[in-house]
């Protein structure tokens, strides 16, 4: 095909999580097929060198004082210096196709509008469920699963679902009021959506089925090249339980520690990673000799963790969306043990893992004793995941949306 300039944008860009690494690593992808590309968000402390950065959308602060929440307020809902911003990408770069991830609140999807009537074609990939609930993650301040805003946005101000605050839930319904599903999806020509479940959830809130397509995450070539080197069908800890990934409350991670920690068992847990719950999970394990936190860990560390698990878990309470830490654990040959929501039933079969519901009290126990039990294919299981999640196929079904 035609080698297209491409702008991505995402509000932060350095590995900060799975839409930066999936933004980023796009980029390279894109590169290696011979197209120009250019990426562009807010300018941040953390971020990677870029060549636009001169011209990245000022930093602002939601923590900050009170003219600069007042500030951070006013770009989400497109006011401030947003416009003028993005206006000098468009004019310098001239994109034919601008593919946006993560914009909401940091930026704003003021800059749709802006790259669709400069001709541009307009993506974007769903990595959150901020259209359908101003919240980002159907879950309300309780931590439960919840998907009222569909029908009735003002929910997220009844249930004060943004950190349990009036404040910040009168911002996100404010946001959510003038950046509607209706009006985004007219801005839009298409919305990727990593798995099948987005793609559902989006349907039923009445994105039109033209603009939808599932296109699934993929695996950095990088990584594959160093999964390619381990021996991933190596004798491995039989009894060695790894996790990976934020430490926070949707994640499912209180829950299972306390069902893990009931357990006689022998097994052991190794939780890789950090977030806002670590102090207190790390409190609630505390003189239990079987779990270990591991902190942050390089990827090349990540990697030799779940080449020797014998079970990868992934807790989660909230709708997971193709989750790249169980992409890269399954791609390392590692059975995994998922809860039964969002994307991750999707992932997961008979022959590469098992399903838990995490409601329900002593399931999660009983699953890891059956998959523990089970003997897996662990080779069969890492050609698979490359297979699936591979950036050739990835790349061929992104440039038809060209």
């Known amino acids: 095909m035609a080698k297209k300039r491409v702008l991505i944008v995402n509000k932060f860009l350095y590995p900060r999580g799975g839409d930066c690494i999936v933004a980023l690593t796009e980029a390279e992808l894109l590169r290696s097929a011979g197209h120009e590309v250019e990426m562009w968000g807010m300018d941040y402390p953390e971020n990677l060198p870029m060549s636009m950065t001169d011209i990245f959308a000022p930093q602002v602060k939601f923590d900050g004082s009170l003219p600069e ?7 989400m809902i497109g006011f401030g210096d947003i416009r ?21 609140s940091y930026l704003s999807p003021v800059i749709v509008g802006m ?16 259209l359908i609930c101003p919240a980002y993650t159907c879950m309300d301040s309780s931590g439960c699963v919840c998907t009222s805003c569909v029908k009735r946005p003002g929910t997220v101000l009844e249930k004060r679902c943004m950190k349990g605050s009036r404040l910040q839930s009168a911002a996100a319904y404010a946001e959510a009021r003038r950046w509607n599903l209706s009006r985004l999806s007219a801005m839009t020509d298409r919305f990727i959506c990593p798995g099948q479940f987005m793609a559902a ?29 381990f021996p ?69 560390d990540v990697m030799k963790e779940m080449v020797s698990a014998a079970v990868f878990v ?10 790249i830490s169980v992409m890269e654990a399954l791609a390392c040959g590692t059975p ?12 997961v079969d008979a022959s590469n893992g098992m399903t838990y519901n995490p409601n329900r009290r002593g399931e999660f126990a009983n699953a890891l004793r059956a998959i523990s039990q089970r003997s897996f294919d662990h080779q069969a299981i890492s ?14 079904l992104l440039e038809t949306l060209f």
């Open 69 to 75: 929440k007042l500030k951070a307020v006013m770009r």
């Open 84 to 104: 003028s911003s993005f206006s000098r990408v468009l004019a310098r770069f001239r994109p034919d196709v601008v593919h946006f991830h993560n914009i909401h």
């Open 115 to 130: 790259a669709k009537k400069a001709g541009a074609r307009t993506l974007w990939t769903m990595h959150d469920y901020k």
């Open 201 to 229: 959830r989006l349907r039923e809130s009445g994105v039109p089925e033209e603009k939808l397509i599932v296109v699934n995450n993929f695996l950095d070539p990088e990584k594959v090249a160093r999964i390619r080197q």
């Open 232 to 300: 991933v069908g190596l004798k491995r800890d039989s009894r060695r339980i790894l996790y990976v990934g934020r430490l926070s409350a949707e994640k499912g991670i209180e829950p299972m520690i306390r069902e893990f920690m009931a357990m006689p068992d022998d097994f052991t847990l190794r939780i890789v990673g950090s977030g806002p719950e670590e102090e207190k999970l790390r409190g609630i394990c505390r003189g239990d000799s079987r779990i270990e936190f591991c902190g942050w860990k390089s990827s090349a």
């Open 314 to 323: 992934c807790p989660s309470i909230w709708f997971e969306n193709k989750t």
């Open 336 to 347: 995994a043990l998922v809860s039964d929501v969002g994307s991750l039933p999707d992932m």
């Open 383 to 396: 050609s698979q995941a490359l297979g699936v999640y591979s950036s050739d196929a990835h790349l061929k």
